[in-house]
Structure formats: C-alpha cells, structure tokens
C-alpha cells in the first residue's frame, strides 16, 4: 500500500519509524528523529513498463582500468585506485583533514592526466586557494568551484564531463528536491542519490565528503553509506598526528585495507612503514608495555599495547580502553580468572593501544593477556618478543591467520623472539626463537610464574 503519512528518520542510524519518539529504537540515540517527506500518493495504477534486455554472467567485458593517484596510502584502501564512474564517501570528524587528504588525491589524478573538478560547499575558493598554495600545489590542473546549490553542480558537472569530481561536503549541499534544510537526512540522502545517479549515468568517478557528528544535530552520513560502492573512515585521536584511512565497504576490493597517513606542516604525508611510526615512542622494557605482531588488510603491523593494572578501594574496579574493545577485554579479564586462577578483582585497568591506532584483530588477545600479567606481576616481558594468537572461552589458544607475516615484519624490526599460539602452519621462523602455547595458563606459568 502506497503511504502518505509522514514517516520520522533517525538522523544517527537512518532507521525509519512510523511514529515520532523521543528515542530511536534502533540506535538509542536520543532527539535524532526527523519527520520526512510524506511518498509518492495513493491509489494510482503502475505505469506499463517495457521489457528490458538480459544478458548471461560470462559475457566479455574487460575489467574498468582504475585511475591510481599515486598516493599508495590512498589507492591501496581504494582497492588499487579510483574505479570510472564509482561513489565514494569519505567519512570523518571535522578537522581530521579530509579536505587536507582531498585536495592532494585532486591535485595528484588531475597531473596524472584524470580530469578532475573540486566544489567546496564549505570554504570560499580563495581559502581553498591558499590552501593549495600551502601545500605546494597551487599549479596543479584541479578545477575548482565554491556552490552548494546541487542543481548547478550537475549542470556544471554535465557541461564539463569530469573523471572525477571531488563534493565537499554533502551536508552542505542543497536540492530542491527535498524541502527540509541542508544537512537534514532529507536533503542529505536526496543529494547523494543525485550524484550517485550522475556517476552512474555519465562514468564520472564522485567523492563524497561526510562529516560524522556524535550529536547527530546534522545527518550522519551513515544514511548515505547503502548509496555508495565505497565508504573510506577517515580516523584520528586528537593530540595525535597519525590519521588512519580504513575502508569500511567496498565493491571493487577488500574492505580491511588502511592507510597511514601523518598530518605535516605542509599536508598529509604517507607513511610506508606504518610499524616503525607506532614503535618509535617505545621506550625501555617495562611492565605492562608489550609489542603486538598484527595484519591490518594485507600488510603487517606491529603496535605497542600498554596496561596499568593498579589497587583500588572502590567497589567497582575502572575498565578504561583506549583503541580496543572494552568488552573483549572483559572477557581476557574474565578467562584469565576463571581459566588461570589469577583474579582482577580489586584492581583498575587501564589498557591502551600507543599511538592512537584502533585494533580489532582477535589476534592481539594473547598480546592483552600478557600486557595484562605483565602489568600485574611488575614483570617487563623479554626484551625485543612480540606476541600474538587468539583466546577462546575455555583458555586454549587458537592459531591465527598470516603468521609467517607478522614473523617477517618482527624479524624486520630487529625483534628476536616471538610468542604464538600452537598449531596453524608451521612457519619459517627466520632465526627468530618461537615459544608456541596452547594454554593461557602456560603464559601464566611460564612467562609471568603467576597462576
Ligand atoms: P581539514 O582538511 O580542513 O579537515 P576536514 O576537512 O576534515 O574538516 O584539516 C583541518 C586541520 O588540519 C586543521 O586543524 C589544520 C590541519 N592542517 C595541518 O596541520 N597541516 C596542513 O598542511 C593543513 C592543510 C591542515
Ligand atoms: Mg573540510
């Protein structure tokens, strides 16, 4: 049945309810509800539609060449660079440097022959300018434009029959097509469907730029996500200069890919050897301070995680996380009780990933248990070891994926010695003195003489 009545939206999650709440369902979010635009009328009869052609799946088609940018960080998380006539949207908090990263990804495919338009809705053309010049690429053949009106854009957009156009951002955009304000999840959806349709329609590649805003005051992006063929987070901590580029969705590649990024006085700069950035603050072996061989996408990184595990008199001892799952961690806290015998009652825990990087590797459980009793007992971890491997409920570690990578890249950076799970694969060990487990209890034992 065709609906007229009003429908609410969720600005947070894009969730629709028939009814205004002052909580979402679906999200938990609170006064995120926004009333839409009512669809199309009742009662009138389909129109007759006309038989389309189909065709088999093993017809020849050569595969799209990608437009590469030359920044690696950048095309690597793309899938191998830019695919003709794709949406991206690139998500952030403002002030990561979206615009930053942009601006140079414009200037690089547009000297790389890619034919490429930027509309700042934001920024007036003379700061985009000045921008361009401080990042030293002021004679780059970008083409720039400052509109917000939607129905301008395409027209420009359709006169100049771009590779690429670069839309920052789509909050502020806006179309009559939809009658609420910029920003609203109306306007924001109806906006990024246009464009997506433009790219469809005339094989130009489109970057969407999306502030992500925890109020959810404006539309998230998250409602354009399902629009798009590639949604980029573009992730920072403040105080930080790293800025991680994760691809979160995409249909032409693998979506663990990141890109590392440092961001300069003069830009975002690439970072190739992520590992040796988030070791360099490491200082002398100390408790609670322990090195975890990882895989982000198909490169091997190694981080440092640190624990502080101290007495308290509450009641309720602190769990705080920085960068990895909180609920995970209970669970480590949880098996390490249950399954070793060695209690956390009574004591706060702090465990942090060093420099800003998030991580969701199971992989890193076994490197939290140790930085956990490494903490506890005061007792630093051999020097130069890292350690990986998963934990499941019953204490038994279970072999991960890539082992002989992360091997590799430990051997690399003139570690010696690693702490594994048992199982899996066996893997050169390149010189390096492996201590493989099949308890945590052994780490306990062995490692910490806790237990
Ligand atoms: P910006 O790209 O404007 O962020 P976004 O588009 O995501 O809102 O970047 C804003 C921050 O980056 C700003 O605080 C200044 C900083 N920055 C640098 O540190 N170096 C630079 O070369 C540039 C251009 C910006
Ligand atoms: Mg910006």
């Known amino acids: 049945m065709a609906r007229s009545a009003p429908r609410y ?16 369902d679906a999200c938990g979010a609170w006064n995120t509800l926004e009333e839409e635009g009512a669809r199309a009328g009742p009662g009138k009869a389909p129109s007759a539609g006309r038989a389309i052609a189909l065709s088999t799946l093993d017809a020849e088609e050569a595969p799209a060449p990608r437009a590469a940018s030359g920044i690696a960080e950048l095309d690597r998380v793309l899938g191998g660079g830019l695919v003709p006539a794709s949406a991206v949207l690139l998500a952030g908090d403002p002030g990561i440097g979206k615009s930053t990263l942009l601006l140079q990804a414009a200037a690089r495919f547009a000297a790389g022959g890619l034919s490429t338009v930027y509309i700042s809705g934001e920024e007036a053309a ?18 720039l434009g400052a509109e917000t009106a939607l129905s301008d854009i395409l027209a420009t957009l359709e006169a100049e029959r771009p590779g690429l156009a670069i839309i920052d951002s789509i909050q502020t955009m806006w179309t009559d097509a939809a ?29 969407l730029v999306g502030h992500v805003t925890k109020e959810g005051q404006i539309a998230g992006p998250r409602v354009v996500e399902h629009m798009v063929d590639t949604v980029l987070h573009f992730e920072g901590e403040r105080g930080h200069q790293f800025r991680i580029l994760r691809g979160v969705k995409n249909r032409f590649g693998a979506t663990d890919e990141i890109g590392v990024f440092e961001m300069t006085g003069s830009g975002l700069a690439e970072i190739g050897n992520p590992s040796e950035l988030f070791l360099s603050e490491r200082g002398q072996p100390a408790p609670g301070s322990v090195v975890f061989a990882g ?20 009641a309720q001892p602190r769990r705080t996380v920085v960068g990895w799952d909180g609920g995970r961690l ?48 005061g007792t630093p971890l051999a020097p130069e070891t890292v350690v990986f491997g998963e934990i499941s409920l019953s ?29 899996g694969k066996s893997a050169p060990t390149g010189g390096l003195t492996l201590t ?16």
């Open 9 to 24: 939206v969720c600005t947070a999650c894009g969730a629709t309810h028939p009814k205004w709440a002052g909580r979402c």
């Open 126 to 143: 003379a700061q985009v300018r000045m921008r361009a010049k401080r990042l030293g690429l002021a004679d780059a053949p970008v083409r």
């Open 179 to 207: 009658d609420s304000a910029p920003g609203s999840v109306g306007q924001v959806r109806a906006v990024a469907h246009q464009l997506t349709a433009f790219a469809k329609r005339r094989g130009t590649a489109i970057i």
């Open 295 to 314: 895989i982000e996408g198909s490169r091997p990184l190694l981080v440092e995680l640190q624990a502080l595990v101290a007495p308290t008199p509450q």
């Open 330 to 377: 209970a669970m480590i806290l949880a098996v390490l009780e249950a399954r070793c015998g060695i209690p956390f009652a009574g004591l706060d825990v702090y465990l942090n990933v060093a420099g800003g990087l998030k991580i969701s590797e199971p992989a890193a459980d076994l490197a939290v248990a140790a930085a956990l009793l490494s903490a506890r007992e």
């Open 395 to 423: 204490g038994a570690l279970r072999p991960v994926s890539q082992t002989e990578n992360r091997l590799k890249e430990a051997r690399k950076l003139g570690f010696t010695s690693a702490i594994l799970s048992e199982g």
């Open 436 to 451: 493989r487990m099949g308890q945590l209890a052994d780490l306990a034992d062995e490692t910490f003489g806790a237990g």
